[in-house]
Every structure is written in C-alpha cells, then in structure tokens.
C-alpha cells in the first residue's frame, strides 16, 4: 500500500467502526456520508461517538475551507460536544500548510494529536503477563467497569463514559471486550471489532496508577488474539491517542496518517 491508501483505509475504517458504535446507541444517531464529509453522530454523553470527518483525497485549500466550515455546522447543530477527526494525509500540501487559519475561520480549536495505525500481523500468539488474568465482558457489569476505565484513563466524567457502553448488547456479543484483571481488579481493558475485513482495535485503557507496566500492551494483544481466532481475519487497525502510540509498534502495528482531533471553540 502507499501512504495515501493507508491514510484513505484509516478514514475508511472511522467511517465503518463508528456507524456500528453509534448506532448501537440510539438508532436515531446522526449516520451520513454528505459530499466529503462523513457523520458518525450519537449525540450521547461520550465525545469519541460524536464524529465528523473529512473523507476527499487531496483536498485543495479552497476546499478545505468549506469542508470544515460544513464540518462545523453540523457540530453546533449538536446537543452533545464531539470531535472533527481530520486525518492530514489526506489533505493536499497547501491546505496542510492553510490547516490553522482555516480551522480559525471555521471557528474550531485544535484539541490533541492522534495517529492511525495498521498492520498484517494476525494472528498473534496466546497473550500472558504476569499480574494479570484476562476476562471477555459478557456482562452489564463488566461493561460498566470497561466503561469506567476508559472514564478514568481519558478524564471522562464516569456517567459521560458509561454513556458510551453501558448496557450494550452489541459489546457484550459482537465486539471482542477484555478486561484485564489484577488480584480480581479491573486495571485495563481493550476491544477489538470486525470492520469491513479487518479488526479495529477500539478504546484501549489502563487506570491511571497501574500505567507504564504493559497492561495495555497484553490486554490489547489478547482482543486481538481472540478477534482473530474467531474471524479469522489477518489485518488490524487503531486510531491511536499520543499516550498510547508507543505501545502499539511493539504488537506490529505501523503508523499512516497523523490524525488532528477539533472541537469548537468556546
């Protein structure tokens, strides 16, 4: 693959995952795909199933500047904040260069860096560590405390992440959920789920005191591990936040397109 059509299957993958995440919320969301920009909206508590995208390859800067302005409008239509996820590969080079001032115009902030991530690297062995045991989430309590992990690790309040899962038939069955539990604690989690012939690794997380210990690092390996056993499929992909981008190479998997999170501004 070149690095456009890593960066065009990172956005595709967005589109495919989060369809399916959103609309496991409320079969009300927000689910477009409008001439270059995609909506994955739930309008629910949990900002990351808020989406809008961008999804035209080599986007000029005249372009660019009615993309986000577009991008904008459907954000304030919202009741619920969420985020522009903007993948900057595929952005032509003088909108690149235009990408500050026009997200000024469109009335949107820079929030954080994030990178997509794939890789042909299924399947993988049977994941260990020692302080952990591993648990698949089957029921509505384990998704409760999955859902409070991911609360505690990206500084959610606790209902807005519960929002995101909790009392999901989709997590409990369709999606490959794993805690990772220490002395009977859930310390970490990660899931993984089939999205147009790959695996989509989706909201890894560790609590805060149990970090730099690869937790992370053996739970995600374990979503993987059973995705794949089950489906069979040998690609995988992520969207990775900064904190957790080193984890993911040591698993196999290589960074495309920088991806930039936006939210509107005050």
Not at 74 to 101: H, I, Y
Not at 246 to 259: A, D, L, T
Request: aromatic share 8%; proline share 7%; glycine share 8%.
């Amino acid at each position: 693959m070149t690095d456009l059509a890593d960066a065009t299957e990172s956005m595709d993958q967005l589109r495919t995952a989060w369809r399916a995440m959103v609309l496991d919320r409320t079969p009300d969301a927000d689910v477009r795909d409008l001439p270059g920009v995609a909506v994955r909206w739930a309008d629910c508590r949990f900002p990351f199933w808020n989406a809008v995208t961008l999804t035209e390859v080599g986007v000029d800067a005249a372009l660019l500047d009615e993309r986000l302005r577009q991008a904008a409008e459907v954000m304030r239509s919202k009741e619920q904040p969420g985020f522009l996820w903007l993948f900057e590969d595929l952005l032509g080079n003088d909108a690149r260069t235009e990408l500050p001032s026009a997200a000024e115009r469109a009335g949107l902030r820079y929030a954080f860096p994030g990178t997509g991530m794939a890789g042909d690297l299924l399947p993988l062995p049977e994941p260990k560590h020692p302080d952990l045991t591993f648990l698949r989430v089957t029921t509505d309590g384990q998704l409760k405390a999955y859902a409070d992990l991911n609360s505690r690790a990206y500084g959610f309040d606790p209902v807005a992440g519960r929002d995101g899962i909790a009392g999901s038939a989709l997590w409990k069955t369709e999606v490959f959920a794993y805690l990772g539990l220490r002395d009977g604690v859930p310390v970490t989690c990660a899931a993984t789920v089939e999205a147009d012939g790959r695996l989509f690794v989706a909201l890894v997380a560790t609590a805060p005191e149990h970090q730099r210990r690869g937790y992370g690092e053996a739970v995600t390996r374990m979503a993987l591990h059973e995705g794949a056993r089950a489906t069979g499929l040998t690609r995988a992909t992520l969207h990775a936040t900064e904190a957790g981008a080193p984890v993911y190479p040591r698993i196999g998997f290589r960074p495309n397109s920088p991806i930039r999170f936006y939210a509107l501004r005050p």
